[in-house]
């Protein structure tokens, strides 16, 4: 039985980018990861799912929800590390 950590290492996603692609689409991470995987490999994939954390960011803190915007940017920032040539929006 292949488990959600299995699929997250298989994606090139951590966790929590998984997670902010879950949050914004509204479903499950193990969907979540097989879609960040399929954008990953698209063109313009890489700034959707940049543009769907910066949703997130955005919601979180429409909630004040400080705490979880902060989770959120530090994803961003690893996501935009990961991909040097991604800027924001």
């Known amino acids: 039985m292949i488990t959600l950590e299995d699929c997250i290492g298989l994606c090139d996603l951590t966790p929590e980018e998984v997670a902010a692609i879950a949050e914004h689409e509204h479903?499950?991470?193990?969907?979540?990861?097989t879609l960040g995987a399929y954008l990953l490999h698209e063109e313009h994939g890489v700034e959707r799912i940049r543009d769907m954390m910066?949703?997130?960011?955005?919601?979180?803190?429409?909630?004040?929800?400080?705490a979880h915007a902060r989770q959120l940017v530090g994803a961003l920032r690893h996501f935009m590390i990961e991909h040097p040539g991604l800027k924001l929006r």
């Open 27 to 33: 479903i499950p991470d193990m969907v979540a990861a």
């Open 54 to 66: 910066i949703d997130d960011i955005r919601m979180a803190v429409r909630r004040h929800d400080v």
